[in-house]
């Protein structure tokens, strides 16, 4: 049973292109939670979605920054417009569905430097 | 004053030491979580507990809810268990962590 798998883990972007970050979750999850973790900080929740639904965006920056989990296919955050302070590592946990909510896996996350 | 606190932030120590990280947290939660960071690496999920002990290998996690206290231990420690150790909690039906601020751990062969 393979883990979550996140791609690219490296990305490379210039102020104002967009960066597309995916998430694969573990087979038979049905949550994903994306975080960021900006340089030298804790990891901080950006938001939480279920099958084609955002169950909770609180952290997630009110411009630029969108998330969906379609019904096929991965998670996808999505960042328009890259700026310098978009560098960070972004990291997608997902769980499996019913109770277990808390027993979060995490991919490796996805490294992005915006030059 | 944070919701998470771990100590000691830094730990540096010769192979085969036992180590202990501590965690200590001022809220009601439902569980506690230990993850490992390596440098330039993804997350790793240790554990994940709200009562009692676990044990994994050489790992070792304990909690005391009335305390509101965890300790990670590691036995026979090894320079590839360097690494910042972070412990999260999340609090009822939350699913959000809170984070603590992570102890980066050195061990020198």
């Known amino acids: 049973n393979a883990g979550v798998m996140q791609n690219p883990r490296h990305l490379v972007r210039r102020r104002g292109q967009e960066a597309r970050l995916r998430c694969s979750p573990m087979?038979?999850?049905?949550?994903v939670y994306w975080y960021r973790q900006l340089p030298e900080e804790g990891l901080k929740f950006m938001v939480y979605l279920q099958k084609e639904n955002i169950i909770d965006e609180s952290g997630m920056p009110k411009e630029r920054f969108s998330a969906e989990f379609p019904k096929e296919g991965p998670s996808i955050l999505r960042i328009q417009q890259v700026v310098r302070g978009d560098s960070a590592a972004y990291f997608c946990?997902?769980?499996?569905?019913?109770?277990?909510?808390?027993?979060?896996?995490f991919g490796p996350g996805t490294r992005l430097l915006v030059l | 004053k944070n919701e998470v606190e771990q100590s000691p932030q830094n730990l540096t120590a010769q192979e085969g030491e036992f180590i202990t990280i501590n965690c200590s947290y001022s809220v009601g939660i439902s569980a506690l979580h230990w993850l490992q960071q390596h440098p330039g690496g993804g997350i790793v999920s240790l554990f994940m507990l709200s009562s009692g002990k676990k044990k994994h290998g050489r790992l070792i996690a304990t909690i005391n809810i009335q305390e509101k206290h965890s300790s990670l231990h590691i036995t026979a420690s090894h320079p590839r268990d360097s690494a910042v150790y972070i412990c999260?909690?999340?609090?009822?039906?939350?699913?959000?962590?809170?984070w603590g601020a992570g102890t980066k751990l050195i061990i020198k062969p």
């Open positions: 999260a909690v999340s609090l009822g039906s939350n699913y959000q962590l809170i």
């Open positions: 087979k038979g999850h049905s949550h």
């Open positions: 946990a997902s769980s499996p569905p019913g109770l277990a909510k808390e027993t979060q896996y």
